[in-house]
């Protein structure tokens, strides 16, 4: 199947934003018939002619003809990469540009809410709650876009931090209480060992734990169960979340730590969503000396775990 999706021209093509000359996998392609068509020609032109001379021009011909064609490979390679720096820059700086308006929006959102809310009416107060809701949302996305940057960059920094797994978790679980009682959901959390001490960035764990649970609170229906567990294992502090959700489709699992990546299924049951989270949790959990893992089933459930090295 790796085979059959890396001769897939079309969709390579499509993912680098190249002609399909253009890509990796064809310039090889061309690459490989020149060597057979040059060893060919070279024992051809060796087998009707026994001058030294004639064999060392044919030679000479195929090393230069080999010569030329890597140079265009490396030549695409680099302008593919030169794009995708572009690219990254590009996002990074409108990232950056964007954050400081949206905090703007939600600073003056809030406070119209909090100070000034006696002289609004009902519907004046829905509707700058909603801006509210949009500028948070909107936020939470430049953020996201600001972190893919930096980990496809190699500049995601993590300060190394003793980190309170237990602690970490209650204060996640506290700030997203008020969606799990909207869905009228069940949430558990369950500690086997009273220190659960890790190695690793508090704040940026504090974002693999929050979008870990807000894809399970997003994803399990109303009246659901989720279930979160603390232990330690070989070493390793280990997070697990369990929930009864619409799970993921077998023939898309392979896909679910990719940028931008939402399985069919959840898109039709959830429109929100970037498909970032995961992609970022993943590389947090890794660059921090840990890993990711996961079971799913369709119509029945997930469970997402990762693990920290213990302090």
Request: aromatic residues 6%.
């Amino acid at each position: 199947m790796k085979i059959i999706n890396d001769l897939n021209l079309k969709k390579q093509a499509e993912n680098l934003g190249v002609s399909i000359w253009k890509t990796p996998s064809f310039l090889f392609i061309i690459v490989g018939l020149t060597n057979i068509f040059a060893m060919t020609a070279t024992f051809i032109v060796s087998r009707q002619y026994n001058e030294p001379e004639v064999i060392v021009v044919a030679e000479g011909l195929v090393v230069s003809i080999i010569f030329s064609i890597g140079n265009l490979i490396i030549q695409q390679i680099e302008e593919v990469t030169k794009l995708n720096k572009l690219k990254s820059e590009f996002v990074s700086v409108a990232s950056h540009q964007l954050r400081t308006p949206l905090a703007a929006i939600r600073w003056e959102t809030e406070l119209l809410l909090s100070k000034l809310d006696k002289g609004l009416s009902d519907k004046q107060c829905k509707s700058i709650n909603t801006i509210n809701i949009l500028a948070t949302r909107m936020t939470r996305l430049v953020n996201d876009l600001l972190d893919v940057t930096k980990i496809d960059q190699g500049k995601l920094i993590l300060r190394k931090e003793r980190v309170d797994m237990a602690e970490t978790v209650s204060e996640v679980v506290d700030v997203l209480l008020p969606l799990v009682r909207a869905k009228k959901m069940n949430i558990i959390v369950k500690k086997r060992n009273k220190i659960l001490m890790a190695l690793s960035d508090q704040e940026k764990i504090k974002l693999v734990i929050e979008n870990l649970i807000t894809n399970s609170i997003k994803y399990t229906k109303t009246r659901g169960k989720i279930e979160i567990s603390l232990s330690k294992n070989s070493g390793f502090v280990v997070f697990s979340i369990r929930d009864n959700g619409v799970g993921i489709p077998n023939s898309q699992q392979k896909e679910i730590f990719s940028k931008f990546f939402r399985s069919d299924n959840i898109v039709k049951y959830q429109t929100e969503g970037t498909g970032l989270g995961l992609y970022i949790a993943k590389s947090i959990v890794e660059q921090s000396g840990g890993r990711v893992w996961f079971q799913s089933r369709e119509d029945v459930g997930s469970v997402f775990n990762f693990s920290l090295p213990v302090v």
